[in-house]
């Protein structure tokens, strides 16, 4: 529900809805949470909260760094589902969803796993490694639950791919818009238009886009063809730079970030 409404709003607003995404755990679970909770006052419609994990297959070099440094500095899963918990207690209206890969989550168990992240107040989950093929290991059972299961479209996939990808997805598609990893290049907004009008033919979901979004120009030239924008590595690299020589937080590391957050959220309106 709160997912749908966000694009609501927007889209009652004539705008993108935009998304952030950031790791738990990073660089610290104090300053994470402080960056968590001060991005709805800049202006993010939701929230993508990263689950850190030591082999990830999408996520680049930025957003791997940020995912070493809160293992190392001690975030487990069930962390993740505590700053949830205390984001959805700040926050009650803005969709926090969870993003990450499979494994933690079977170790964790999937029914307990699914059951906590409703009680913390999730509204969905990106699971990057897991195909349509294996919903039944985990998006049938947390769609069941109420938390949507989002899907990524990549360029390519195929007009025969697509319908099995879609076919249990809900809240939103998330179309990546380069190959390869995340933070590395971007697209343009020819090929982003073009995308997001297959989307649409097959998909009454809102159509969101990133992989390669860093910049509110970017942010604005998504915007004028997606529902949704989302920038991940620029944010991980801005938290990143603001650390000090042993990667711990400086004073300016929360401030530096939501300053960025406020910026991207300004081209929300193409």
Request: charged letters at 25%.
């Given at each position: 529900?709160?997912?749908?409404?966000?694009?609501?709003?927007?889209?009652?607003?004539?705008?993108?809805?935009?998304?952030?995404?950031?790791?738990?755990?990073?660089?610290?679970?104090?300053?994470?949470?402080?960056?968590?909770?001060?991005?709805?006052?800049?202006?993010?419609?939701?929230?993508?909260?990263?689950?850190?994990?030591?082999?990830?297959?999408?996520?680049?070099?930025?957003?791997?760094?940020?995912?070493?440094?809160?293992?190392?500095?001690?975030?487990k899963l069930g962390?993740?589902?505590?700053?949830?918990?205390?984001?959805?207690?700040?926050?009650?209206?803005?969709?926090?969803?969870?993003?990450?890969?499979?494994?933690?989550?079977?170790?964790?168990?999937?029914?307990?796993?699914?059951?906590?992240?409703?009680?913390?107040?999730?509204?969905?989950?990106?699971?990057?490694?897991?195909?349509?093929?294996e919903d039944q290991?985990?998006?049938?059972?947390?769609?069941?639950?109420?938390?949507?299961?989002?899907?990524?479209?990549?360029?390519?996939?195929?007009?025969?791919?697509?319908?099995?990808?879609?076919?249990?997805?809900?809240?939103?598609?998330?179309?990546?818009?380069?190959?390869?990893?995340?933070?590395?290049?971007?697209?343009?907004?020819?090929?982003?238009?073009?995308?997001?009008?297959?989307?649409?033919?097959?998909?009454?979901?809102?159509?969101?886009?990133?992989?390669?979004?860093?910049?509110?120009?970017?942010?604005?030239?998504?915007?004028?063809?997606?529902?949704?924008?989302?920038?991940?590595?620029?944010?991980?690299?801005?938290?990143?730079?603001?650390?000090?020589?042993?990667?711990?937080?400086?004073?300016?590391?929360?401030?530096?970030?939501?300053?960025?957050?406020?910026?991207l959220g300004e081209?929300?309106?193409?």
């Amino acid at each position: 529900m709160r997912i749908a409404a966000a694009f609501e709003r927007a889209k009652n607003e004539t705008r993108a809805a935009l998304g952030l995404f950031v790791t738990a755990g990073d660089p610290d679970p104090k300053t994470s949470l402080e960056i968590l909770l001060g991005l709805p006052d800049q202006g993010v419609d939701f929230v993508e909260l990263g689950m850190p994990f030591s082999d990830p297959m999408a996520d680049g070099p930025a957003i791997q760094a940020g995912s070493l440094r809160a293992l190392k500095g001690g975030t487990k899963l069930g962390d993740v589902l505590a700053m949830a918990r205390a984001f959805r207690d700040r926050h009650p209206e803005v969709p926090l969803i969870l993003m990450g890969y499979f494994n933690p989550i079977y170790i964790y168990g999937v029914e307990r796993f699914i059951t906590d992240a409703v009680n913390a107040g999730v509204d969905g989950m990106i699971m990057v490694d897991l195909p349509p093929e294996e919903d039944q290991e985990f998006c049938l059972k947390a769609r069941d639950a109420g938390l949507d299961f989002i899907r990524l479209i990549t360029p390519t996939t195929d007009d025969d791919r697509m319908p099995v990808v879609l076919a249990n997805s809900s809240g939103f598609v998330y179309y990546v818009s380069i190959t390869g990893i995340t933070g590395t290049r971007s697209a343009s907004g020819d090929s982003i238009g073009q995308a997001m009008a297959r989307i649409r033919d097959a998909s009454d979901l809102p159509a969101v886009v990133g992989f390669g979004i860093r910049t509110p120009e970017q942010v604005r030239e998504a915007a004028a063809h997606a529902d949704g924008v989302v920038v991940g590595s620029a944010i991980v690299d801005q938290l990143a730079a603001s650390l000090d020589d042993n990667g711990h937080a400086t004073a300016t590391t929360v401030s530096s970030v939501l300053e960025l957050a406020k910026s991207l959220g300004e081209g929300r309106r193409p």
